[in-house]
């Protein structure tokens, strides 16, 4: 009998929080400055410098502790990290080692594909601490130079550690996606990974079972991982290099031997860096420079407050009040708050939310995406394209039409009546429509016939006639015409 083998993974994910300033200075936190132009002497380290506490940082941190279901810790207080790197000149990160800000709680991953098994992650703690700076190396020419960039020294980050509750690198990057989701909406965070606004480092090993024997292969951390797809593919490669390593020397195998190692996008491999240290070699101890500090009931109640439903209950009152699948409320949720509540506004007026979701999927999605903008500068208003759904709801126009028309209102900014007048669109009088409803009747006795017979399906061949005859026929109208006269016929 052979051994049962899990891929096992924990994540760590280091979230940049969007204060103006730093988390113990007043610079600030803009991206893209020129190097060393945002620091002063606390983030420098000068000696005598003294840290002062940025609280929004510390709000932004509880707000998401919240979001996930964390406790949250009334007295936290600091520690000092103590390593040695070019990019911290201070010589030890002030983070939070025995009292994170947020601990002991979770997020459920629910997968509408159902591709994996629904999970809950245990968030085994979030915690405060500073962002080091950018060291770069010129690899383009023999005996470059290293640079420090020490802008982003002391910019405050909540690391969220999760249980390694994960099974899979598409469990992980679901993961994340429902992270970033969250960390979006409640804006705690812009979470561009270009920018290094959110980096994951992620733990992997597999354990081996057989009858009572429990076995597990050496845990590999593998750093630094800049795109969700990176994580996916690095955790899928590293849990099938160990299975590999473990069909090999079985046994004999250094469950001790922990690892860090490097995500290589483009060769779709890890590599090994370093064997890790112990957490005892970064000789944490309490700051001294910092006092503990005290959040309220009240204070935690105040931030609770803010925090809008959260994408899992939009989901859900997507699919209950507007009979959304649950693939559909899924699309429209991850585009965020501002998007689902467009959506919401028109499905309560047209009264029938998977025609508006079509519409938002299909043409709404793909005007944003080409544009590279989101909702907020839409240029379709919600009162106008109600107007325009109605019209289509009521049989006035039909879909294609209908979509020459967004067409216009998207791009030309014109409203539904001007496109309608410039695509030449307009009402018949109800003579004219009867006239061309009895042509189309008189002239196919055989299509009258099948639909005499049962065959509803029949209609759409007589509307496609009426609309050769005059363009602006009324598709909803040519079929209640049709079946007023099958009806009394
Ligand atoms: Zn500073």
Request: glycine letters at 6%; proline letters at 4%.
């Amino acid at each position: 009998m052979s051994f049962e083998q899990t891929t096992i993974i924990g994540l760590e994910v280091h979230v940049q929080l969007k204060t103006r300033s730093k988390l113990f200075c007043s610079c600030t936190t803009l991206f893209g400055a020129s190097p060393n132009t945002h620091t002063c002497p606390v983030c420098m380290g000068a000696p005598g410098a003294l840290p002062v506490l940025n609280r929004q940082a510390m709000d932004l941190a509880i707000k998401t502790g919240l979001a996930l279901n964390c406790r949250i810790e009334t007295a936290t207080k600091w520690d000092r990290k103590n390593y040695f790197y070019p990019d911290l000149p201070k010589g030890y990160q002030i983070s939070q080692l025995d009292r994170p800000i947020c601990s002991n709680g979770y997020l459920d991953l629910i997968d509408p594909e159902a591709q994996f098994a629904d999970r809950r992650v245990e968030i085994e703690r979030a915690h405060l601490e500073e962002d080091a700076g950018k060291s770069s190396h010129d690899e383009t020419q023999m005996g470059g130079e290293s640079k420090i960039d020490l802008n982003r020294a002391g910019t405050p980050l909540l690391e969220i550690v999760t249980r390694p509750n994960l099974r899979s690198g598409m469990e992980a990057k679901a993961f994340l996606t429902e992270l970033k989701l969250i960390l979006s909406n409640l804006n705690v965070s812009d979470c561009n990974m270009q920018e290094g606004s959110l980096r994951v480092d992620a733990n992997v090993n597999l354990h081996l079972t057989k009858e009572d024997q429990r076995i597990a292969t050496p845990i590999a951390e593998i750093k630094n991982l800049n795109s969700f797809r990176g994580v996916q593919r690095a955790i899928d490669f590293e849990s099938d290099r160990q299975r590999k390593q473990w069909n090999n020397d079985g046994l004999t195998i250094d469950q001790a031997a922990k690892q860090t190692r490097g995500w290589d996008d483009e060769s779709g491999q890890t590599i090994l860096q370093r064997t890790k240290e112990d957490s005892a070699d970064y000789r944490y101890f309490p700051d001294p420079d910092l006092v503990v500090i005290h959040t309220t009931s009240q204070q935690i109640e105040a931030i609770n407050s803010e925090i809008r439903p959260l994408p899992s209950a939009r989901r859900a009152s997507l699919m209950s009040d507007f009979s959304l699948s649950a693939y559909d409320a899924g699309v429209l949720v991850h585009q965020g708050d501002p998007f689902v509540d467009f959506f919401e506004t028109i499905a309560r007026h047209i009264g029938d939310g998977k025609l508006v979701s079509n519409w938002l999927q299909q043409e709404v999605l793909r005007y944003l995406n080409e544009k590279q903008t989101d909702i907020d500068h839409f240029p379709v208003s919600e009162e106008q394209f109600i107007a325009l759904l109605e019209r289509i709801k009521e049989g006035k126009l039909d879909t294609s039409r209908g979509k020459n028309v967004m067409e216009l209102m998207m791009e030309e900014r014109l409203s539904m009546e001007q496109s309608l007048e410039r695509l030449g669109i307009e009402s018949l009088d109800s003579e004219e429509l009867a006239a061309i409803c009895q042509q189309v009747i008189e002239e196919n006795p055989d299509i009258i016939q099948q639909i005499r017979n049962g065959n509803d399906k029949a209609i759409g061949n007589l509307i496609g006639k009426a609309k050769t005859i005059n363009r602006n026929v009324e598709p909803g109208l040519v079929r209640k015409q049709i079946l007023t006269f099958i009806k009394n016929g």
